[in-house]
C-alpha cells in the first residue's frame, strides 16, 4: 500500500533563516505530489504541484519553491524566512492520471520567531 | 473565481445525534470528495463520488453527489466522540487540481 512521510513534525525558526520540508511517497510511481498550506485550522491553500521530476507548477507567488529531485520526493524551501510563513503545511499526492483523490501527509507545523 | 461553500461553518451536537453538511460550487463538478482533518493531522478521504446523483456509504458516513453536479451532501448518523473534527470537501479544478472549501468543524458533546 501507498504511504506518505513528511517531516519534521514541528519547527520553529526565526525570521531570516532557511527552511527544507521534505516528503516522500512510497508504494507507487509517478504521482502527482502536492504542497499546502493550512492557516487557523481552516482553508487549504495549494502553494505548488508537480507531474515528473523536475517538473513544478507555482500557484502562489512568495517568497517559498519547492522541487522533485526524484520520483517520489517533494521539497519545500525558503532562503529566508518571514512571520507570515508561519502555518501548517501539508503534503499530498495522487495517482498520476487526472481527477484522482489526494492522500494528505501529517504536516509540519511551521512557527516563525 | 471557483468557489466552494460549506455548511455549517460549525455545528455541536449530542452524541448520538444525526449530522449533515453540504457544499456548494459555482460551477459543475465531475468528481466530489469528502475528507476529515482531525486535530494536528492531515486531511483523510473519507468518501469519493464520481457520477451525478451517486450515494455512496462509509459506514456511519454517507454522501451524495447531487443532480445539479453543483453540490453535494455528507451525513453522519448516530455520532460518536472520536467525530469530531473539520470536514472538507473537494472538487477538481483541473485534472491534477482540487479546490477544497472552508470547512465544517464538527463538535460532538459526550
Known amino acids: 500500500s501507498q504511504t506518505i512521510h513528511q517531516w519534521p513534525a514541528t519547527l520553529v525558526q526565526p525570521v531570516g533563516s532557511p527552511l527544507s520540508l521534505e516528503c516522500t511517497v512510497e508504494?507507487?510511481?509517478?504521482?502527482?505530489l502536492y504542497w499546502y498550506r493550512q492557516a487557523a485550522g481552516r482553508g487549504l491553500q495549494l502553494l505548488f504541484y508537480s507531474v515528473g521530476i523536475g517538473q513544478i507548477s507555482s500557484e502562489v507567488p512568495q517568497n517559498l519553491s519547492a522541487s522533485r529531485p526524484q520520483d517520489r520526493q517533494f521539497i519545500l524551501s525558503s532562503k529566508k524566512l518571514l512571520l507570515s510563513d508561519s502555518g501548517f503545511y501539508l503534503c499530498a499526492w495522487s495517482e498520476g492520471r487526472g481527477g484522482q483523490p489526494q492522500h494528505f501527509g501529517d504536516g509540519t507545523r511551521l512557527s516563525i520567531l | 473565481g471557483q468557489q466552494l461553500n460549506q455548511s455549517p461553518q460549525s455545528m455541536f451536537i449530542q452524541e448520538g445525534e444525526d449530522v449533515s453538511m453540504n457544499c456548494t460550487s459555482s460551477s459543475i463538478f465531475n468528481t466530489w470528495l469528502w475528507y476529515k482533518q482531525d486535530p494536528g493531522e492531515g486531511p483523510v478521504l473519507l468518501i469519493a463520488l464520481y457520477k451525478a446523483g451517486e450515494l455512496t456509504s462509509n459506514g456511519r458516513l454517507t454522501a451524495q453527489f447531487g443532480i445539479t453536479r453543483k453540490d453535494s451532501f455528507l451525513n453522519i448518523s448516530a455520532s460518536i466522540p472520536s467525530d469530531v473534527g473539520i470536514y472538507f470537501c473537494?472538487?477538481?479544478?483541473?485534472?491534477?487540481?482540487?479546490?477544497f472549501g472552508t470547512g465544517t468543524s464538527l463538535t460532538v458533546i459526550p
Open positions: 473537494a472538487g477538481p479544478v483541473t485534472g491534477n487540481q482540487f479546490y
Open positions: 508504494g507507487t510511481s509517478n504521482p502527482n
